[in-house]
């Protein structure tokens, strides 16, 4: 019953900045861990941020720290993804992804028991 909508993707040039969204239905984003990760063609989904507890700072992936900010809205039941400084090797499906139980990997697509569609984000000139 929980569903996962991502939006905000699209076309940037390197250096530029992208908001995603994620909007969650059918339950309280309170309720679970949010992540998100991306897809690049013939790549595994990899991990690029994600909250670790509820009430607990996020943690990013190396690639991306410093650049990206994954950040929550529980009156909107929304969970954003601010890009900045945007690399070509940023580019790839965006997946918005949420798990039950602290219990599991963080880091880990398989500890997320909902996803999204995803999001495509290009980077290039």
């Known amino acids: 019953q929980v569903q996962l909508r991502e939006s905000g993707g699209g076309l940037a040039q390197p250096g530029a900045s992208l908001t995603l969204s994620c909007d969650v239905s059918?339950?309280?984003?309170?309720?679970?861990?949010m992540g998100w990760f991306r897809q690049a063609p013939g790549l595994e989904r990899e991990f690029i941020a994600a909250f670790r507890w509820s009430g607990g700072s996020p943690v990013y992936a190396d690639s991306v720290k410093g650049r990206f900010t994954i950040s929550r809205d529980n009156a909107k039941n929304t969970v954003y993804l601010q890009m900045n400084i945007l690399k070509p090797e940023d580019t790839g499906a965006y997946y918005c992804g949420a798990r039950l139980s602290a219990s599991g990997s963080y880091n880990s697509a398989y500890s997320y028991d909902y996803w999204g569609q995803g999001t495509q984000v290009i980077v290039s000139s």
């Open positions: 059918g339950g309280a984003v309170s309720n679970y861990l």
